[in-house]
């Protein structure tokens, strides 16, 4: 699964047929401009990424309540995925909300989200994705004053639990620099 951030449009770069666009929330100023680029992009599969407990910049919040009705109007949202998800209590609210024809995505950020991976994908169905935010995890490890070799016990941990159990893991492979940026967000005064 190749799967490319709405970023990536601002800068006229083909985005390949088969690709998932990717609407990360974090970059998306309101809902206007949610339905926007989901009319823009009406034809293609979209993961939709909800940040939940972000703290770095840009930092927007969506209720699900919000987004619910827009997830039901566009039958083309094929996966939803939610940001910081540490134990099963994080993602129930999501499990039960979400339309069934949308694939749940657990954001794994956390020592804690992969301590409970198990118990996170077994809430997931027969279609197991989870993703793996490698600098937050990095982060969170740092914060908790854990070793740096956590990071790489976490790492291979979860990508073991992955290969082992069926569960597809997506990971960042990969970024785009650039020396301007071409779409204003709100958190750039």
């Not at 293609?44 to 699900?64: A, C, E, H, Q």
């Not at 204003?184 to 005064?189: A, N």
Request: net charge neutral; with cysteine; proline share 5%.
């Amino acid at each position: 699964m190749l799967i490319i951030s709405q970023n990536l449009t601002n800068y006229e770069v083909d985005i390949p047929k088969d690709a998932v666009f990717r609407i990360n929330l974090a970059w998306v100023n309101d809902l206007n401009e949610l339905q926007t680029i989901l009319k823009k992009h009406k034809t293609r599969k979209i993961f939709l990424d909800l940040p939940t407990n972000r703290t770095k910049p840009p930092n927007n919040k969506y209720s699900i309540d919000e987004l619910i009705p827009i997830i039901k109007s566009n039958q083309n949202i094929k996966y939803f995925a939610i940001s910081n998800i540490n134990s099963l209590k994080d993602l129930e609210i999501y499990v039960d909300i979400i339309p069934k024809d949308v694939i749940l995505v657990p954001k794994i950020e956390s020592v804690e989200g992969v301590a409970n991976i198990k118990p996170i994908t077994d809430a997931l169905g027969t279609n197991k994705i989870i993703m793996l935010d490698h600098d937050d995890l990095h982060s969170s490890i740092i914060k908790a004053n854990q070793p740096i070799s956590k990071f790489l016990e976490c790492f291979n941990t979860l990508t073991e639990y992955c290969k082992s159990n069926n569960v597809i893991l997506l990971r960042t492979i990969g970024v785009v620099f650039s020396d301007q940026e071409k779409k204003v967000s709100d958190y750039i005064g």
